[in-house]
């Protein structure tokens, strides 16, 4: 099984800043992406980054300029460093795993961004 773990959620104003953190563990060797995903209450979940293992990146439109993921291997940790925040981007953040077949996600962690 695969463990992942948020952190650096919190609160900013508009046009601030935060880096979201997701540590992996358990049986991580065969990973194909890693992603963040985003869900505000009464919204579905979306896509927000990707990264794959060949180091590829996509985004949502609604992000791309402005959020950047990015992935350390040594540490089996992988970031999503947010800038210009804006109000609409205020959500439950999750980091999910994708393997060929299956998907492991963590439990979230929540940003919240002030007009």
């Known amino acids: 099984q695969v463990q992942l773990v948020e952190s650096g959620g919190g609160l900013v104003q508009a046009g601030g800043s935060l880096r979201l953190s997701c540590a992996a563990s358990g049986s991580i060797f065969s990973i194909n992406a890693m992603g963040w995903y985003r869900q505000a209450p009464g919204n579905q979940r979306e896509l927000v980054a990707r990264i794959y293992s060949g180091g590829s990146t996509d985004y949502s439109d609604s992000v791309k300029g402005r959020f950047t993921i990015s992935r350390d291997n040594a540490k089996n940790t992988v970031y999503l460093q947010m800038n210009s925040l804006k109000p609409e981007d205020t959500a439950v953040y999750y980091c999910?795993?994708?393997?060929?077949?299956?998907?492991?996600w963590g439990k979230g962690t929540l940003v919240t961004v002030s007009s």
């Open positions: 999910a795993a994708h393997f060929y077949g299956m998907d492991y």
